[in-house]
C-alpha cells in the first residue's frame, strides 16, 4: 500500500469518489503536511516526522483492506484544508473516523484505526 499525494484537484476523485470508498472502504487517512522537510543534519520536522509515521504504517497495513493513506500538503492546497478546518500542519484527518489527530505517536493512531477495522 502506498501513500498518494494529494491536491486540490484530485481530493474528490481520489478519496470521495474512488472505487475504494464507494465499494465501503474502511478509512482514508490523509496527512497535512508543511511541505518543508529537514535536510542534512538537520532535526526532522514534525511534519517529516509525521510523514514518517504515515509511510510506517501504511506499511503495516498493507495486506488490511479498507484502508488508503493519503497525503497533502498544507500549504499549497487550502481548499481542503479550509474544507476539513485543518490550520495547521501536521494534522492527520481520520476521514470514516471523522477524528482529528494532532500527535504522531504511531501506537496512538493505530489504536484508533484498529477500532474502526473491528
Known amino acids: ?3 498518494t499525494t494529494l491536491t486540490d484537484e484530485n481530493f ?3 478519496v470521495w469518489l474512488s472505487p475504494f470508498i464507494t465499494q465501503g472502504g474502511a478509512v482514508s487517512v490523509v496527512l497535512f503536511t508543511n511541505g518543508v522537510k529537514a535536510s542534512g543534519d538537520e532535526k526532522k520536522k514534525a511534519s517529516e516526522r509525521m510523514s514518517d509515521v504515515l509511510t510506517e504504517l501504511a506499511a503495516d ?4 483492506v479498507g484502508l488508503k493513506f493519503f497525503e497533502v500538503n498544507f500549504a499549497a492546497n487550502k481548499e481542503i484544508a479550509t474544507r476539513y478546518d485543518v490550520q ?4 492527520l484527518l ?3 473516523i471523522e477524528e482529528v ?3 504522531y505517536i504511531k ?3 493505530k489504536k484508533k484505526i484498529d477500532k474502526k477495522l473491528e
Open 94 to 96: 481520520l476521514l470514516q
Open 88 to 91: 495547521s500542519a501536521p494534522t
Open 12 to 14: 474528490d476523485q481520489n
Open 61 to 64: 497495513y498493507k495486506e488490511k
Open 1 to 3: 500500500m502506498d501513500v
Open 107 to 109: 501506537e496512538d493512531i
Open 101 to 103: 489527530i494532532g500527535g
